[in-house]
């Protein structure tokens, strides 16, 4: 896809088809997204090509996929009935060469390797990422036309433009011999693409203005060297150098497009984080052994030592190190790892050696995972972008009516004004028409907005800030209020047992009962009252029955006894006067009740991340109100609001799941309201997809499951102003993109058309405006990359 009609070409068929849904396209990608609903996906494939001339491939699959070289011809494993279990699907790409699905929770690419299905079976050489790997291809192809569109034009230049001997039909014959190569060749493409957009989709687009102006150029050019050879030469002449050089300076702004967009896909590629090889532990020998990173499996170890990246994410399970993990979160700070502690894929590894379990494969892990939700973001179509996408719509259209509208009054003006000939008027017109047609450009408009999407979330994966859509990205700039969750968001979440108490004589046999209930739980309450239990050396007892409810507590039967956990007012208890504590500590209180009894009440205390009164102060400054829902004591939530210093007004505590989304809700009701919702995503999906953005604060691997709009991956309340400020980076350039865009073709037009007095654009030269007008808009957009958030 070249320009913003390519894409809404495509959008249009695919909307067309029925068995098709939730359809995203992307035109800096050159990718689109859907649903398919049928079982022909080779067919639906082959229709979308017909009809709209582009060349298409399948960009992923379900479950994992492996390129193996097989030995002898890999047609004759297609032709198999039975394919090995676990293998979903299998393609043949070359005489020796399949690409193979499978399901790695079923079978193991070190498997598929070494089953007799695949005789002689190596990997295929590591390839670059379906998106890039196309792109590359788009911009081989785009150079090597325009090379050889260089190569013809010379010559045609030459016999039109040089003091040569006079030869006028061996000169015209040898222009119409390289033009018609040209024209055939290299213009070629561009026929079939504009007429199935006309005739299958009623789309006019940018192809159609090319095909008609250069065909038009080239056809008068064809009749003038008849009249020529007849022996009754027109008065005009021939120019084949306008169709020709025409056609080549088009290719030339197109392979000029395609190589900066290209450059900026890969500028803020993050998979090139991921390492090819990994240190596999032998299971049974202990020996290591590298291999491709693609043949790791489910339940293996591997080994990472000192200055090496981790190559997938897992569970250290000996050794200890510090870990630098900014190129994943943005947070600069090394990060202690020991056993029992997750590692992140692409964190590089400092002065320990880590053994490590793999908990996710490369191809599902987190390097993987924010490319996604990148693609993803690049892929949805925002307010701006649908502004965008209509008024790329009418540009032909409207180009054409002038282009018409240029000829006629130029035709006249000949005819009347200057006396000319008919012909004569014409063809001077029609030089004019042509110009109009060539040099304008709706794609400065249809890459304004994607572009600069683009370069924004590279940015903010960068920053440690992932977008899951581009709409995050438009309206952040307008927050008017931030409304936080406290434990694990304005708190570090990790809560510590400050006090204790047990309301049976016998605690000891207390303890493993409370723990075999917490230790099922992963909330930070829970996890710190398990935690603290284990370091007492307390053995939990087995449960049965364990009910998460959220934003109350958990229950569970043990040994017969239906044991509770959570907040007083759940249990019903929160006026009992055998249970209060120091409130002036703000600590939260999580209580135990067994059969409906009371028997132990903990006093958990937790600390502000150390940004949080920095962020507040700043966000208030900004005008930004701020409020904090929490489902912790009345204590423990205005402790931390005195701290930040946020209006008893604006504090909500004791709120479960609902109350907090009815509470964003509530806030949106008023007028010109943006919310971001700031949570941990503990109890918080309902209130942080009901917010304008959701901005979830993760801190480990888990980062696709939440229904947030954005992930901040380092524990940093910083995220928020980069969020902001990316935000009104984006308007700013998207903006300039606009102005430039309608600038650049109001004054195209009126030179091309002759507007202006003593100054044209001849309608050779016409060809140059896609170079003109996209490259400013790529460039601003990559000027983003160099900028301090």
Not at 126 to 142: F, Y
Not at 489 to 502: A, C, I, N, P, R
Request: charged share 15%.
């Amino acid at each position: 896809m070249t320009c913003s009609g390519c894409e809404g070409k495509l959008r249009k068929l695919l909307q067309s088809l029925r068995l098709i849904s939730n359809i995203k396209t992307s035109l800096v990608l050159a990718q689109a997204e859907f649903d398919f609903h049928g079982v022909d996906i080779a067919n639906l494939i082959k229709n979308i090509e017909r009809k709209t001339g582009f060349t298409c491939t399948r960009a992923t699959q379900a479950g994992d996929v492996l390129d193996i070289i097989v030995g002898g011809n890999a047609q004759a494993l297609a032709t198999k009935q039975n394919l090995p279990l676990g293998v979903t699907d299998l393609a043949v790409l070359d005489r020796n060469l399949v690409r193979v699905s499978y399901d790695p929770r079923i079978v193991g690419a070190r498997d598929l390797l070494s089953n007799p299905f695949f005789p002689s079976a190596k990997l295929a050489p590591i390839a670059a990422p379906s998106t890039i790997a196309s792109g590359r291809a788009h911009v081989r192809a785009t150079c090597l036309m325009t090379l050889l569109s260089v190569l013809l034009i010379v010559p045609v230049l030459i016999l039109a433009w040089a003091p040569l001997p006079k030869h006028d039909i061996l000169y015209q014959t040898v222009s119409l011999v390289l033009a018609t190569i040209i024209q055939v060749v290299i213009a070629g493409p561009f026929y079939p693409r504009a007429f199935n957009a006309l005739v299958f989709l009623g789309t006019v687009e940018m192809d159609l203005l090319v095909v008609l102006s250069t065909t038009t150029a080239y056809a008068y050019s064809v009749v003038a060297y008849a009249y020529l050879v007849a022996g009754r030469p027109l008065l005009t002449g021939e120019f084949f150098e306008t169709s020709s050089l025409l056609v080549t300076l088009i290719m030339v702004g197109r392979s000029v497009s395609a190589f900066a967009r290209q450059r900026a896909v890969e500028s803020i590629s993050i998979e090139s984080l991921q390492t090819p090889t990994a240190l596999l532990v032998g299971k049974e020998s202990g020996q290591v052994q590298e291999i491709d990173a693609r043949l790791l499996q489910y339940h293996d170890i591997f080994r990472v030592l000192p200055d090496m990246p981790v190559v997938t994410d897992g569970v250290v399970t000996a050794g200890q190190s510090e870990v630098d993990e900014s190129l994943i979160t943005g947070e600069s700070v090394l990060v202690a790892k020991s056993a029992g502690v997750s590692v992140i894929a692409g964190s590089i590894n400092h002065s320990g050696t880590l053994t490590v379990r793999l908990t996710r494969l490369p191809g599902e892990n987190t390097i993987n995972t924010i490319g996604t939700m990148v693609d993803e973001a690049q892929s949805g179509n925002s307010r701006t972008q649908g502004i965008a996408d209509r008024f790329a719509g009418y540009f032909v259209p409207f180009i054409l009516l002038i282009a018409v509208l240029v000829f006629a009054i130029w035709a006249a003006v000949g005819k009347t004004a200057r006396h000319q000939s008919a012909t004569v008027a014409c063809i001077n017109a029609m030089t004019y028409a042509i110009s109009a047609l060539i040099v304008s450009c709706p794609c400065a408009v249809g890459l304004a907005v994607p572009m600069v999407v683009l370069i924004v979330g590279g940015v903010g994966a960068k920053n440690g800030l992932i977008f899951k859509s581009a709409e995050a990205i438009e309206n952040a700039r307008n927050i008017s209020h931030v409304v936080f969750d406290k434990t694990g968001t304005l708190t570090q979440g990790k809560l510590s047992v400050d006090s204790e108490e047990y309301f049976v004589k016998d605690s000891d046999s207390l303890k493993p009962m409370i723990l075999g209930l917490t230790i099922n739980s992963k909330h930070p309450v829970s996890c710190a009252i398990a935690s603290h239990l284990k370091l007492l050396d307390v053995l939990p007892l087995q449960v049965e029955d364990f009910v998460v409810v959220p934003g109350s507590g958990i229950e569970a039967i043990c040994n017969g006894n239906f044991v509770r956990a959570g907040n007083l007012d759940w249990l019903g208890v929160s006026e009992s006067t055998m249970l209060e504590i120091d409130t002036s500590l703000g600590l939260t209180r999580f209580c135990v009740s067994i059969d409906g009894a009371v028997v132990a009440l903990f006093g958990l205390r937790d600390i502000l991340r150390p940004d949080a009164i920095d962020v507040v102060n700043l966000l208030k400054k900004r005008s930004i109100d701020i409020s904090i829902v929490s489902g912790d004591t009345k204590e423990a939530v205005h402790s931390v609001a005195k701290q930040l210093g946020i209006l008893g007004s604006r504090v909500r505590f004791r709120y479960s799941p609902g109350d907090k989304q009815a509470y964003v809700k509530e806030t949106l009701a008023r007028k010109n309201s943006v919310v971001l919702f700031c949570g941990d995503g503990t109890n918080d999906a309902a209130a942080l997809a009901q917010a304008s953005i959701g901005l979830h604060m993760n801190e480990g691997t888990d980062i696709a499951q939440s229904a947030a709009d954005a992930v901040l991956m380092r524990p940093s309340l910083s995220g928020i102003v980069v969020l902001i400020d990316l935000s009104k980076a984006f308007y700013r350039r998207v903006a300039f993109n606009f102005a430039w865009a309608f600038t650049y073709n109001l004054f195209a037009i009126l030179l091309a058309a002759g507007a202006l007095p003593h100054a044209r654009i001849p309608p050779q030269f016409a060809g140059l405006g896609e170079i003109v007008s996209v490259l400013p808009v790529i460039a601003i957009a990559m000027q983003l990359r160099w900028v301090k958030f």
